[in-house]
């Protein structure tokens, strides 16, 4: 369905990882992936990332328990936030 809807040349084909694995192809241009290869990088992707979180949050809050100044210089940034950012602000920031 990606495929149908994002042909190869289309900027999600372009600028997601779906897309560049989908139509991605190997050094000589001629061969691109599988769908077995596509699932496999796509779950290797997903799980590095929730072990690079757990990790990244979990060190985060340890050392914020040593450092109670830390804690209150995030609390006190974090209560002055009067809306969330919507993306485009995100992008900016």
Known sequence: EFMR??????????????????????ENKNRMMTRDEIKDNMLTLVFAGHDTTYASISSLLYHLSQNPDALEALA?????????????????A
Do not use: H
């Open 5 to 26: 809807e994002n042909p190869e040349n289309s900027e999600r084909s372009q600028t997601t990882v779906i897309g560049r694995l989908i139509y991605g192809k190997d």
């Open 76 to 92: 006190k940034e974090t209560s002055s936030l009067a809306d969330p950012l919507e993306s485009d602000e995100l992008k900016n």
